[in-house]
């Protein structure tokens, strides 16, 4: 077991080398990997040995195979620099450690230059079932094998160049309250479809249905749930649904999208593109999720 200190340790929430960076407005940080305490260890292998089994029962293969050819280690916090030693060869990827939310499009930026916005905190042991912001588990655990897959990958730098349509096609608006409706209706859009699809989406398996989505992959709940429960509506995906579907996270979700392959999504967000660009995501049902100030403000200062 590596040397770790006994505080003050990188607990979400409680983590002074987090908070003392974004005072100093840096959103890229380094993973100062002695500071976890001997606990975020401890918060690691709790998490990583109960959801194995259920990974085994209803990940999709290729997280699968991400998983053992990342060598995520059962027993500690990994190591950002070892995992990406592993992960650039593969697609080009890489982890980036952040001190906190990245802005909408800057992180979508990210994923266009193959970079990964992966927090670096854990979770306290006593919120182990859930948490609603992201830490290294749901990052490294839940996001991170996928990108192992080279379909996968060019999906999300998919993403990136969407975000890139969006800036470019409302960029010139000179009404600056019609850019604004613009942009959060497209923004939304963006937010459903990654949120119905790179967070929890399903595909079909040699064996049924399976999980890709990472927030189902890092959940031990949600995951048995998403595949076996009554109360999940599964339908093949639809673009019209996937951008007008309410986005809620404080609950386990109750209508869930399959798609057929990583080929089909990676079509799907050239067709959202391609929408996009007809003007057909100006106007998407109202409702969650709300866009902040500071995601639009990002695709603004991007023009």
């Known amino acids: 077991m590596p040397q770790t200190l006994s505080a003050p340790g990188l607990t979400t929430g409680h983590a002074p080398f987090v908070e003392e960076a974004r005072s100093r407005g840096e959103l890229y940080i380094s993973q100062p990997y002695d500071q976890y305490s001997e606990e975020n260890h401890e918060a690691w292998r709790r998490l990583f040995a109960r959801i194995r089994s259920r990974w085994e029962r209803y990940a999709n293969p290729y997280f699968l195979r991400g998983v053992e050819a990342l060598q995520l280690p059962p027993d500690r916090i990994p190591k950002l620099s070892e995992i990406n030693q592993r992960l650039q060869p593969l697609t080009g990827f890489q982890a980036k450690p952040v001190s906190g939310y990245v802005p909408g499009f800057l992180f979508f930026d990210c994923l266009r230059r193959r970079e990964f916005p992966t927090t670096i905190t854990i979770r306290d042991m006593d919120r182990l079932d859930y948490l609603p912001e992201p830490d290294i588990f749901h990052d490294v655990a ?87 429960s009554d109360e999940v509506q599964r339908y093949p995906v639809q673009l019209e649904w996937l951008i007008n579907q309410v986005a809620e996270i404080d609950h386990y979700q109750p209508i869930l999208f399959v798609v057929d392959s990583f080929d089909h999504l990676f079509g799907l967000v050239g067709r959202l593109e391609e929408w996009m660009r007809a003007g057909k995501l100006n106007n998407v049902a109202p409702g969650l999720p709300e866009i902040q100030e500071h995601d639009l403000r990002s695709f603004m200062d991007a023009a």
């Open 142 to 228: 839940g996001h991170v094998p996928m990108h192992t897959d080279r379909a996968f990958a060019d999906v999300l730098v998919r993403f990136g160049d969407c975000a890139h349509t969006a800036v470019e096609m409302t960029s010139e608006i000179k009404d600056h309250a019609e850019r604004v409706r613009r942009l959060t209706n497209i923004v939304r859009a963006m937010s459903r479809f990654f949120w119905f699809t790179v967070e929890f989406g399903l595909m079909k398996g040699p064996r049924g249905t399976v999980a890709y989505g990472s927030g189902l992959l890092s959940s031990y709940g949600e995951l048995e749930h998403a595949i076996e």
